[in-house]
């Protein structure tokens, strides 16, 4: 029988609704498997056979759908709506090598993070030259499916930062979505069936940085970043096919890795997406913006979190206040070898070479001085600062902006409000809490112990924070106004992934294993 408690759970969570409970079939009833409770050992294929035949003909479809109604432990990239927070997990404190290790298992190389749904784990990996979407058990570690995802050109990517397995998957307890820089979106059932999929263009990044964003489905579309170095645009498709339900072109912005929020306002539903410099939302029903702040980094990693009607961002790229561009006289003085008045592609080294692509504007091959002087001049318009925002409509002004910071800044990871508090963490391992109402500092880049840079975002459940760095050093942190480490780990291991938080464990994919640890 179902764990009582945990199905409870789930129908009050409500994925179905009575309405789409009276339309459920055998093979939504055969999918309760991915939902069963965690310690049940017995769970198998023949179990969830059995408990078909016995649901469908004793109980009724529709009853068994009202009490399937999925609980979506940790369907997207962060948690529910990139939030980051489970509050009602209970996370073991301590964790660490044979420290509330559940399990540790081999998988392929990737940069995405967890995303699970009862007993379904999913992640993306590359191996073997190809792109794969991949099903675990949440409860052992155990391989229950993997699909390939083809493609034509592998995007380029930074080797040793990025991965062309970057993007965490996506599920609305029916299917699980995911994306691939190389090669677009997929969409297969619970079961490994694949539904259908959408190809894309390759993804082109600034610096080849390769793909960051992730995808997010909210009621019935499925939602994809694609600010990339030309053909900025926001996607929107139909969750039941992979059509276009619309598509936003965005000219103004350049590449960017951060991942929609989903914001219920003014009677309709909003999609808001973070990019270079600016912040906008957009109807999830139509992709007609509703409005528009500008204030932000030139190059955007963190993603938005929301506090009922506030909108928060926090981030930090290198701007023209943190080094002093060349001039292009001096640039062509050291690299214009053949004296044409352009620098090519042949002759860029350094820094130029690096950035090359993002300064040839009309990709001919050159970079022209009126190419780089465009250039400047709008990354001069970078703000790096954390911003509380309570958005109108059109484009924002003073009065829409509660508070705003500029110290302890992240660049990649995104920040958390969790129980009142706003929290960040900067390279080097410094973490700044703030009044989420007023931002006013409770402490301000205060040292962890672990240093280094910080990509994994922040997490947080039962009072706790968790925080972890690029070389694997995991802190707990006490939520509050005062700075209080409860424990560290190390998995010793390169980490970049943010962790999971769902049947009271926490998930952490590293660069070679998939680690679980909670209470036994």
């Not at 229950?144 to 970057?166: C, I, N, R, T, V």
């Not at 090669?183 to 959408?198: I, M, N, P, Q, S």
């Not at 997010?216 to 339900?245: F, P, T, W, Y």
């Not at 998995?491 to 209470?519: D, K, M, Q």
Request: aromatic residues 10%.
């Amino acid at each position: 029988m179902l764990n009582t408690s945990f199905a409870e759970s789930s129908a009050r969570q409500g994925v179905l609704s009575p309405e789409n409970s009276q339309k459920a079939d055998k093979r939504a009833t055969a999918q309760l498997f991915c939902r069963l409770d965690l310690n049940r050992k017995e769970t198998t294929l023949a179990a969830v056979n059995a408990f078909t035949f016995v649901a469908t003909v004793a109980i009724g479809v529709a009853q068994v759908a009202s009490t399937m109604a999925g609980e979506l432990h940790w369907p997207q990239f962060r948690g529910p709506n990139g939030s980051g927070v489970a509050e009602n997990q209970k996370p073991p404190v301590k964790i660490g090598l044979g420290t509330n290790e559940v399990f540790k298992i081999k998988v392929p190389e990737g940069a995405s993070s967890p995303c699970i749904i009862g007993d379904r784990l999913f992640l993306t990996g590359y191996e073997g030259g190809k792109l794969l979407t991949l099903c675990y058990s949440a409860r052992d570690g155990k391989l229950l499916w993997q699909q390939e995802a083809p493609f034509e050109k592998l995007e380029a990517f930074y080797k040793g930062e990025g991965s062309p397995a970057a993007s965490t998957p996506a599920t609305d307890g029916d299917r699980v979505y995911t994306y691939f820089g190389s090669a677009g979106a997929f969409a297969y059932t619970l079961a490994g069936e694949k539904v259908w999929d959408r190809k894309l263009p390759t993804a082109e990044h600034t610096g080849d940085f390769g793909t960051g964003t992730s995808p997010v489905v909210h009621e019935g579309i499925v939602l994809i970043n694609r600010d990339m170095l030309k053909g900025s645009h926001l996607l929107a498709l139909n969750a039941k096919n992979g059509e276009q339900a619309w598509r936003v072109e965005r000219p103004e912005f350049f590449s960017g890795w951060s991942t929609p929020v989903i914001r219920k306002a003014g009677g309709g539903t909003e999609v808001i997406l973070a990019g270079a410099q600016r912040i906008k939302a957009y109807d999830l029903k139509t992709g007609a913006e509703r409005w528009s702040f500008s204030g932000l980094p030139n190059a955007v990693c963190p993603t938005p979190v929301l506090d009922g009607d506030v909108v928060y961002f926090a981030g930090w790229s290198p701007s023209s206040s943190d080094a002093k561009m060349p001039s292009f006289a001096s640039l062509r003085e050291q690299h214009d070898k053949n004296s044409d008045g352009a620098i090519g592609r042949e002759e860029a080294e350094g820094i130029v070479q690096f950035l090359f692509r993002t300064f040839d504007v009309d990709e001919n091959g050159k970079i022209e001085e009126r190419e780089w002087q465009d250039r400047l001049t709008q990354m001069e318009k970078s703000v790096n600062q954390a911003v509380a925002l309570r958005p109108s409509k059109g484009n924002l002004e003073e009065k829409d902006v509660i508070w705003s910071y500029t110290r302890g800044l992240p660049y990649v990871p995104s920040s958390i409000v969790y129980r009142g508090n706003y929290y960040m963490v900067r390279d080097g391992g410094m973490v700044t809490c703030l009044d989420a109402k007023t931002g006013k500092p409770y402490y301000e880049q205060e040292r962890l112990g672990s240093s280094g840079n910080y990509y994994p975002s922040l997490v947080a459940a039962d009072g706790r924070i968790y925080l972890c760095s690029n070389d694997g050093k995991m802190t707990v942190l006490a939520a509050g106004e005062k700075p209080e480490v409860l424990a560290r780990a190390e998995l010793g291991e390169r980490t970049v992934t943010t962790p999971a938080l769902a049947h009271n464990r926490i998930y952490i994919r590293s660069a070679n294993h998939l680690w679980c640890f909670g209470e036994k």
